[in-house]
């Protein structure tokens, strides 16, 4: 089959992106257990990591917003944020849009927390990414994001 102008015909371009999907699963579940090792002498799952990563990235969050983001259960979410409350890594704030569903923000200890993960993880990936141009790393941004815009909004609760 011929490669079009606007790219790939149906049939290769569904075996391409099984591809991916086939990679990206093994890669998850690696990279997962990876974090959790390296973290475990800090005490933080991959669940908490998640969390403080969110409002380092995003700011104060509701554990619903959250959970849409990650797409996983508010419940799973709630559990997860507990675990870093009780840590002493976020904090509940008053959340002047929603009385019932507080705003979870960083404190300086999980902000200083999720900074030395990032740092951690940074050198990994500044040795694992060495000799990918800039240009790769956009047309890999560019398919997974179509790929997660595909598989649209998914009710976990």
Same mark, same amino acid.
């Given at each position: 089959?011929?490669?079009?102008?606007?790219?790939?015909?149906?049939?290769? +371009? !569904?075996?391409?992106?099984?591809?991916?999907?086939?990679?990206? @699963?093994?890669?998850?579940?690696?990279?997962?257990?990876?974090?959790?090792?390296?973290?475990?002498?800090? @005490? +933080?799952?991959? #669940?908490?990591?998640?969390? +403080?990563?969110?409002?380092?990235?995003?700011?104060?969050?509701?554990?619903?917003?959250?959970?849409? !983001?990650?797409?996983?259960?508010?419940?799973?979410?709630?559990?997860?944020v507990?675990?870093?409350?009780?840590?002493?890594?976020?904090?509940?704030?008053?959340?002047?849009?929603?009385?019932?569903?507080?705003?979870?923000?960083?404190?300086e200890? #999980?902000?200083?927390?999720?900074?030395?993960?990032?740092?951690?993880?940074?050198?990994?990936?500044?040795? !694992?990414g060495? @000799?990918?141009? #800039?240009?790769?790393?956009?047309?890999?941004?560019?398919?997974?994001?179509?790929?997660?815009? !595909?598989? @649209?909004?998914?009710?976990?609760?």
């Amino acid at each position: 089959m011929k490669e079009s102008d606007s790219g790939l015909v149906s049939e290769e +371009l !569904a075996d391409r992106l099984t591809e991916v999907f086939d990679l990206v @699963g093994p890669l998850y579940r690696r990279t997962q257990r990876k974090v959790e090792h390296d973290m475990s002498a800090d @005490g +933080l799952s991959v #669940g908490v990591r998640a969390v +403080l990563s969110l409002l380092r990235q995003h700011g104060p969050m509701t554990a619903p917003q959250m959970a849409r !983001a990650q797409a996983l259960s508010r419940q799973f979410v709630q559990r997860m944020v507990n675990d870093a409350a009780a840590r002493g890594l976020v904090e509940f704030a008053p959340n002047p849009a929603h009385k019932r569903s507080s705003l979870i923000r960083l404190t300086e200890q #999980g902000q200083a927390a999720i900074t030395a993960a990032v740092n951690r993880e940074r050198v990994v990936l500044r040795q !694992a990414g060495e @000799g990918l141009t #800039g240009t790769e790393i956009d047309a890999c941004l560019r398919v997974l994001t179509c790929l997660l815009e !595909a598989m @649209g909004d998914v009710d976990l609760d």
